[in-house]
Protein backbone atom coordinates (compact mmCIF):
# COMPACT_ATOMS: atom_id res chain seq x y z
CA UNK A 1 0.00 0.00 0.00
CA UNK A 2 2.80 2.25 1.37
CA UNK A 3 4.45 1.78 -2.56
CA UNK A 4 1.34 2.28 -4.18
CA UNK A 5 1.36 5.86 -2.43
CA UNK A 6 1.82 9.26 -4.43
CA UNK A 7 3.72 10.56 -1.47
CA UNK A 8 6.33 8.02 -2.01
CA UNK A 9 9.31 10.35 -1.64
CA UNK A 10 7.65 11.92 1.24
CA UNK A 11 6.91 8.53 2.67
CA UNK A 12 11.15 6.92 2.10
CA UNK A 13 11.94 10.45 4.09
CA UNK A 14 9.45 10.16 6.97
CA UNK A 15 10.66 6.27 7.03
CA UNK A 16 14.47 7.24 7.28
CA UNK A 17 13.41 9.90 9.88
CA UNK A 18 11.90 7.49 12.39
CA UNK A 19 14.88 4.68 11.73
CA UNK A 20 17.39 7.28 12.15
CA UNK A 21 15.36 8.13 15.47
CA UNK A 22 15.11 5.25 16.91
CA UNK A 23 18.77 3.98 16.28
CA UNK A 24 19.91 7.34 18.24
CA UNK A 25 18.25 6.37 21.26
CA UNK A 26 19.12 2.68 21.16
CA UNK A 27 22.07 1.17 22.41
CA UNK A 28 23.70 -1.28 20.60
CA UNK A 29 25.96 -2.21 22.59
CA UNK A 30 24.13 -2.85 25.58
CA UNK A 31 23.42 -6.16 26.94
CA UNK A 32 20.49 -5.21 28.48
CA UNK A 33 17.45 -7.39 27.72
CA UNK A 34 14.03 -5.87 29.12
CA UNK A 35 10.71 -5.78 28.09
CA UNK A 36 11.67 -1.49 26.84
CA UNK A 37 14.80 -2.76 24.95
CA UNK A 38 13.04 -5.94 23.32
CA UNK A 39 10.14 -3.87 21.68
CA UNK A 40 12.84 -1.10 20.24
CA UNK A 41 14.81 -3.65 18.63
CA UNK A 42 11.38 -5.03 16.80
CA UNK A 43 10.61 -1.32 16.10
CA UNK A 44 14.08 -0.64 14.46
CA UNK A 45 13.74 -4.31 12.22
CA UNK A 46 10.14 -2.83 11.07
CA UNK A 47 11.64 0.14 9.63
CA UNK A 48 14.39 -1.22 8.11
CA UNK A 49 12.52 -3.78 6.60
CA UNK A 50 10.24 -0.94 4.84
CA UNK A 51 13.14 0.70 4.21
CA UNK A 52 14.82 -2.21 2.65
CA UNK A 53 11.74 -2.80 0.19
CA UNK A 54 11.68 0.70 -1.03
CA UNK A 55 14.95 -0.11 -2.00
CA UNK A 56 16.68 2.82 0.34
CA UNK A 57 18.92 0.19 2.45
CA UNK A 58 22.75 1.63 2.24
CA UNK A 59 25.87 -0.12 3.53
CA UNK A 60 26.24 1.88 6.13
CA UNK A 61 22.69 0.65 7.50
CA UNK A 62 24.36 -2.78 7.24
CA UNK A 63 27.53 -1.74 9.30
CA UNK A 64 25.25 -0.44 12.06
CA UNK A 65 23.11 -3.38 12.53
CA UNK A 66 26.20 -5.83 12.57
CA UNK A 67 27.59 -3.75 15.20
CA UNK A 68 24.93 -4.28 18.09
CA UNK A 69 25.47 -7.15 20.42
CA UNK A 70 21.77 -8.49 19.99
CA UNK A 71 21.58 -11.31 17.32
CA UNK A 72 18.20 -9.84 16.43
CA UNK A 73 19.77 -6.77 15.07
CA UNK A 74 22.94 -8.84 13.22
CA UNK A 75 20.45 -11.37 10.94
CA UNK A 76 18.30 -7.97 9.95
CA UNK A 77 21.31 -6.56 8.62
CA UNK A 78 22.26 -10.07 7.04
CA UNK A 79 18.93 -9.81 5.54
CA UNK A 80 19.16 -6.35 3.85
CA UNK A 81 23.15 -7.29 2.67
CA UNK A 82 21.80 -10.24 1.19
CA UNK A 83 18.96 -8.04 -0.68
CA UNK A 84 21.70 -5.94 -2.07
CA UNK A 85 24.31 -7.72 -2.96
CA UNK A 86 23.81 -11.36 -2.99
CA UNK A 87 26.95 -12.27 -4.07
CA UNK A 88 28.86 -10.57 -1.95
CA UNK A 89 26.56 -11.13 0.87
CA UNK A 90 26.72 -14.63 0.97
CA UNK A 91 30.64 -14.50 1.07
CA UNK A 92 31.05 -11.90 4.26
CA UNK A 93 28.08 -13.92 5.44
CA UNK A 94 29.57 -17.35 5.64
CA UNK A 95 32.93 -15.61 6.62
CA UNK A 96 31.02 -14.64 9.83
CA UNK A 97 29.26 -17.58 10.76
CA UNK A 98 33.06 -19.71 10.39
CA UNK A 99 34.57 -17.12 12.42
CA UNK A 100 31.91 -17.11 15.38
CA UNK A 101 31.61 -20.79 15.03
CA UNK A 102 28.07 -20.66 14.55
CA UNK A 103 28.03 -23.49 12.26
CA UNK A 104 28.74 -25.88 15.46
CA UNK A 105 25.43 -24.19 16.68
CA UNK A 106 21.55 -25.99 15.41
CA UNK A 107 19.99 -22.72 15.80
CA UNK A 108 22.20 -20.74 14.24
CA UNK A 109 22.57 -22.90 11.41
CA UNK A 110 18.62 -22.83 10.80
CA UNK A 111 18.49 -19.04 11.27
CA UNK A 112 21.30 -18.63 8.22
CA UNK A 113 19.64 -21.31 6.09
CA UNK A 114 16.09 -19.56 6.42
CA UNK A 115 18.24 -16.48 5.34
CA UNK A 116 19.67 -17.93 2.38
CA UNK A 117 16.26 -19.48 1.31
CA UNK A 118 14.82 -16.41 0.80
CA UNK A 119 17.56 -14.67 -1.24
CA UNK A 120 15.46 -12.83 -4.24
CA UNK A 121 18.14 -13.46 -7.18
CA UNK A 122 18.04 -14.74 -10.77
CA UNK A 123 20.84 -16.75 -9.28
CA UNK A 124 18.58 -18.03 -6.69
CA UNK A 125 19.57 -22.10 -7.40
CA UNK A 126 23.24 -21.74 -7.25
CA UNK A 127 23.10 -20.49 -3.70
CA UNK A 128 21.07 -22.92 -1.96
CA UNK A 129 22.44 -25.91 -3.89
CA UNK A 130 25.72 -24.78 -2.52
CA UNK A 131 24.45 -24.71 0.57
CA UNK A 132 22.80 -28.42 0.28
CA UNK A 133 26.71 -29.46 -0.69
CA UNK A 134 28.75 -27.47 1.44
CA UNK A 135 28.62 -29.85 4.23
CA UNK A 136 26.49 -28.23 6.87
CA UNK A 137 23.67 -28.77 5.75
CA UNK A 138 21.83 -32.69 6.84
CA UNK A 139 19.03 -34.23 4.95
CA UNK A 140 18.46 -36.12 8.37
CA UNK A 141 18.05 -33.23 10.56
CA UNK A 142 14.33 -32.01 10.23
CA UNK A 143 15.11 -28.42 11.63
CA UNK A 144 17.24 -27.55 8.84
CA UNK A 145 15.20 -29.18 5.97
CA UNK A 146 12.61 -27.33 7.13
CA UNK A 147 14.87 -23.77 7.48
CA UNK A 148 16.00 -24.16 4.09
CA UNK A 149 13.95 -26.31 1.50
CA UNK A 150 10.38 -25.13 3.39
CA UNK A 151 11.71 -21.39 3.91
CA UNK A 152 12.04 -21.94 -0.33
CA UNK A 153 8.90 -22.38 -0.35
CA UNK A 154 8.13 -19.70 1.06
CA UNK A 155 9.93 -17.61 -0.94
CA UNK A 156 7.01 -16.50 -3.47
CA UNK A 157 8.93 -15.34 -6.21
CA UNK A 158 11.58 -18.06 -6.45
CA UNK A 159 8.97 -20.98 -5.97
CA UNK A 160 6.58 -19.61 -8.67
CA UNK A 161 9.58 -18.50 -10.95
CA UNK A 162 8.40 -18.03 -14.56
CA UNK A 163 10.00 -20.75 -15.89
CA UNK A 164 8.71 -23.39 -13.58
CA UNK A 165 12.09 -24.08 -11.89
CA UNK A 166 11.08 -24.10 -8.55
CA UNK A 167 8.66 -26.77 -8.98
CA UNK A 168 11.16 -28.69 -10.51
CA UNK A 169 13.77 -27.80 -7.64
CA UNK A 170 10.78 -28.83 -4.93
CA UNK A 171 10.23 -32.13 -6.88
CA UNK A 172 13.81 -32.87 -6.53
CA UNK A 173 14.31 -32.39 -2.68
CA UNK A 174 11.03 -34.22 -1.95
CA UNK A 175 12.37 -36.95 -3.85
CA UNK A 176 15.68 -37.02 -1.50
CA UNK A 177 13.50 -36.58 1.75
CA UNK A 178 10.90 -38.84 1.20
CA UNK A 179 12.86 -41.77 1.98
CA UNK A 180 14.63 -40.44 5.09
CA UNK A 181 11.43 -38.43 6.70
CA UNK A 182 8.21 -39.00 4.96
CA UNK A 183 6.38 -36.77 7.25
CA UNK A 184 8.63 -33.70 6.36
CA UNK A 185 8.06 -34.99 2.66
CA UNK A 186 4.77 -34.41 3.13
CA UNK A 187 4.55 -31.27 4.41
CA UNK A 188 6.67 -30.08 1.52
CA UNK A 189 4.26 -30.71 -1.09
CA UNK A 190 1.58 -28.85 0.43
CA UNK A 191 2.93 -25.52 -0.89
CA UNK A 192 1.67 -27.57 -4.68
CA UNK A 193 -1.89 -27.19 -3.31
CA UNK A 194 -1.53 -23.34 -4.20
CA UNK A 195 -2.55 -24.50 -7.65
CA UNK A 196 -5.60 -23.12 -7.86
CA UNK A 197 -3.72 -19.41 -6.69
CA UNK A 198 -1.81 -19.48 -9.93
CA UNK A 199 -2.31 -18.42 -13.45
CA UNK A 200 -3.24 -20.95 -16.07
CA UNK A 201 0.76 -21.12 -17.58
CA UNK A 202 2.11 -21.63 -14.14
CA UNK A 203 -0.56 -23.87 -13.67
CA UNK A 204 0.29 -26.00 -16.65
CA UNK A 205 3.77 -26.29 -15.80
CA UNK A 206 3.15 -27.08 -11.88
CA UNK A 207 0.65 -29.65 -13.40
CA UNK A 208 3.68 -31.47 -15.29
CA UNK A 209 5.84 -31.58 -12.78
CA UNK A 210 3.30 -33.37 -10.15
CA UNK A 211 2.44 -35.64 -12.54
CA UNK A 212 6.34 -36.22 -13.00
CA UNK A 213 6.40 -36.64 -9.76
CA UNK A 214 3.59 -38.87 -9.40
CA UNK A 215 5.36 -41.41 -11.09
CA UNK A 216 7.68 -41.90 -8.65
CA UNK A 217 8.14 -44.36 -5.57
CA UNK A 218 6.03 -41.81 -3.29
CA UNK A 219 5.34 -42.66 0.19
CA UNK A 220 1.16 -42.82 1.00
CA UNK A 221 1.06 -38.66 2.30
CA UNK A 222 3.29 -37.50 -0.48
CA UNK A 223 1.32 -39.25 -2.79
CA UNK A 224 -2.01 -38.31 -1.02
CA UNK A 225 -1.36 -34.40 -1.42
CA UNK A 226 -0.43 -34.94 -5.21
CA UNK A 227 -3.30 -36.48 -6.34
CA UNK A 228 -5.68 -34.90 -3.82
CA UNK A 229 -4.09 -31.53 -6.13
CA UNK A 230 -4.72 -33.13 -9.50
CA UNK A 231 -8.27 -34.93 -8.73
CA UNK A 232 -9.33 -31.41 -7.50
CA UNK A 233 -8.22 -29.35 -10.88
CA UNK A 234 -9.18 -31.88 -13.46
Known amino acids: VL ?35 MKKRAYISS ?15 VET ?22 EK ?46 GYFDYTVPNLVRALIGGFTKNIALFHTP ?13 KIDPINPQIASRLSKPFSSYELIDDTMRSRMSDVIRELLKKNLSSGVREILEKVIVQHQ
Open 47 to 61: LMALISEFGMSTHQD
Open 163 to 175: DGSGYRFLSEQIQ
Open 89 to 134: GIIVLRDWMVQNGFYDDLLMRMKYFSLVSQISDPSWRFYIEEELER
Open 3 to 37: KQSANIPQMRDILRSWYQQALDTYEFTSEVIDDAS
Open 65 to 86: LLKSSKMTLNLVGWKVALEQNP
